[in-house]
């Protein structure tokens, strides 16, 4: 849509304009513009900046100004009273771009308090990490939309004379990259309008259903959803961007992830408070697509705290309920880990509403960890949580966080815990089979078979005890901080039958002695070739009604 | 949107002309068809207008400006890469049975229930051979039904016929254009088929994306 020659999916990046409002907050109790153009042409590479006065009224002139510098995505830096999502998308279809191509940043947060110096760094904090976003997004395929008619739509004929017709973006899977229904369907399960269905072999959407909360996006072990404009490479951008800011000792701020309902609605600080020019806000189509991992993970990176703000209970997706348990598990991991004032940490906030307080107030002096580099930041569950329990209790700066114990069962847990029952387990492999996340594995060498268990990688589906034959698994939705740490262990080892005529395997031995248990009425000679002869070697004939003798190619 | 045009072509006749286009442009491009087309390509412009603020319009755009360009020059270079693509063991062929089903087990299964939606409507081959699941045929079908779609707009009965459209286009065309669409973009070593065949995947995805939203829309 709008993409040029070679700029579809995994090609070149796109050319970005940083294009800022020179009214965005602009004097001496607001923001810098000079200032900010001067950091984002420093550090926000492959992005031309201008600074255009009264863009926020004139949004027409942004095509111009970007195909001027032969961009293709524009970040507009606005005052909050800039134009609507649904105007920018009108303008950029009209000049050929993509739909979701004008990226609109609300640059109101961090222009409201704190010295003019540190709010235009903010300011172009958050413009350089939207830009970043910007060259590395996908572009939108029709398959990706839903159209929606204005509402004074009359009749079909006249469709043609209606306003700006908008495009609503529609959870999509890819088809390539989804390990099936049958091995996980945790999309199906998480979709708060049930606008994914069950279908094989892989789900498929309802795009009349679907109101693009990015809950299945995130929740897909094997990241192949996508969502227009709210990826989970946007977002891991965004935060790479933000979190390898290099902040001035002192002023590191904390992280808001804010629902896109709810930003109209951001706490205003208190006469006097200073604290929430400390705060950068990521705004997110819902709070239900912000799983623990997220807030863990920038947590783990030197985010001193994060706070959500939703949109309580106009909701439309209606997961309120399924972002506080996803807190509560957090504070309780935290505490777990031995982290003090976890509440100061991690802050659910409730939108405005008279007389409330902001929740926004003040910063912990310290972060739990220490900035140390953003290579390999993924908001893929369940290793997001994962990776962040481990730099939590293992990376750089520890010392401050000491794993006390594990936090209760949670529905909320990104992360399982398996039970294995040793002496039951016939090495059949087929958990692991199933298993979406390679969180089983299952290896056979010729002589011995093995299966292995990571727990970093459960993320509870419990397909693997739907399927065992033996019934010898169990899994709980709760974090074992010690199994998380512990990586790959051996759960079973076991030798492995050999053909006595050509040497290859037959079955693990304990599946031969399985079989031979469950056959007692059964000749003995016949149970032996079972587990001495393999598949080939065997020849297959009957010598009447219901007699049939297995017999080796040897002879009988 | 835009203002209508003068003579009040409806949203069905402006898709009904596209599909036709669309489907012209699969067929084998003779010199005359595509001399025909760089002619017709300004006033397709013209009249496709008001269809300028919809999502696929880029990709249509970018197929006008090719077919502008079209030079009595161009026509061999265009009809070699038709056949390297389309004909015989072409590397892309366009048929439904091709990208649908058990690789060459359903062919005929398919060619026999798209054959079966055309009868239902009262249309069969105009040319005996031709196999029915062949993308310019496919696309004529949804040429024709808008065609139908309009005549009917003036006795209020037209919804049956965007109901005949959404189905086939989920049924039938959109079961495989994205996948033959993907070969085309691998195999063609020229731009015009993959403009082509981009501008035809992106009509049709926005078509059923637009029939679903004007469903519960009166006449």
Known sequence: MGAAEGQRGDGPPWGVLVALCGGAHAGPEGLDPGEVRSILEERASGASVTIESDLCLRPGILPDLAADRGAARVVLGSCGGGPATVELQAWARRAGLDPFAIDAIDLGLVAATGSVAGRSQRAAALLAAAAAAARASRGTDAAQLRMRLPREAV????LLTLGPVTYQPVASIDAVGCVGTERCGLCVSICPKAAIRASTPHPSVASEACVACGACVSVCPAGAIGLPGAGLDRFEVLMATLLSWPWADGARPGLLFACRGATTSLPEPREGEASQAHWLPIVVPCLSMVTPGWALQALARGVPAVALLGCGDRCEAGTEELTRERVTYCLDLLASLGVLEPARRLRLLAPRTTGSTSGLDGLPGEALAERSGLGGLSLLEPAATAGALRRL??????????????PAPSPASPLGVLTFE??????????????????LTFRQDGKTASLAYEGSRCLSCRHCTEVCPEHVLAVEARTDIAAVLAGRTELKRGAVAAC????????????VERVRRSLPDEPPELLDLLGEVCLDCRGLWGTGPGTMHIVSREGP | MTDPPADGTSPAELRRIVYRVLATLFLYPTRDRLATLATAAPELRRCS????????????????????AI????????????????????????YESAHSGRPGLDTGLIA????????????TMAAPGEPPDHLPVELEFMSFLCAEETRSEETGEAGGWIDHERAFLSGQLLRWLPRFTALLRREAHGSFYRRVAEA?????????????????VSP
């Open chain 1, 155 to 158: 009749s079909r004929r006249a």
């Open chain 1, 393 to 406: 209790a293992e990376g750089p700066g520890r010392g401050r966080v000491v794993a006390a114990g594990s």
């Open chain 2, 49 to 68: 207008e008001p269809l300028r603020d919809l999502v696929f319009f880029p990709s249509w755009s970018t197929l006008l400006t090719t077919l502008e």
């Open chain 1, 422 to 439: 040793d002496g039951g387990c016939t090495l059949c492999g087929t958990c692991a089979d199933v298993c979406p996340t390679s969180a």
């Open chain 1, 500 to 511: 006595r005529r050509c040497g290859r395997p037959v079955a693990p031995a304990a599946m």
């Open chain 2, 71 to 94: 030079s009595e020059a161009d026509a061999p270079g265009i009809q070699g890469e038709y056949t390297g693509l389309f004909v015989a063991s072409g590397s892309c062929p366009p």
């Open chain 2, 200 to 216: 035809a995947l992106e009509f049709a995805q926005h078509d059923r994306m637009l029939l679903d939203a004007m469903a519960g």
């Open chain 2, 112 to 123: 026999a229930q798209v054959q079966a939606v055309y009868g239902s409507l009262g249309m």
